[in-house]
């Protein structure tokens, strides 16, 4: 086991990361777990965070980067606005911009890209 102040200090130095104290008593999280559900969920919040790091994805601003993460997920622009408290035509203006940024053409090639690089992971599918 790691002491606490160990493991703020390197989640300190991880550009993006955060300490979060789960309870277990195992070394390994196990998935049966009640702490697996918040491991899960603190994981899936960080990857876009490590997968935006890429020279790719650095043109795109950080609500770019959240777009596209949601719309990795599946979500159509009316859920993407609702997501994130913004009207459906900023979300289309965003997601143009991050077409045009990426030098793509279309929502389905945006979502490969995405997925492939680690965009658009949910709750509901493992890390």
Known sequence: ???FDEGRLLA???????FVSLDSKNHLLLAHEPAWR????EVSAFVPIAASASPRFGVLTARERDVLDL???GRDNLQIAAHLGRSEKTIRNHITSIFTKLKIENRSQAIVLARESGFGRTN????
Not at 12 to 18: F, H, N, T
Not at 124 to 127: I, L, N, S, V
């Open 1 to 3: 086991m790691v002491p």
């Open 12 to 18: 300190s130095l991880v550009p993006g990361a955060r």
């Open 38 to 41: 918040r491991w899960s969920d």
């Open 71 to 73: 719309l990795a997920q």
């Open 124 to 127: 509901d599918r493992p890390p």
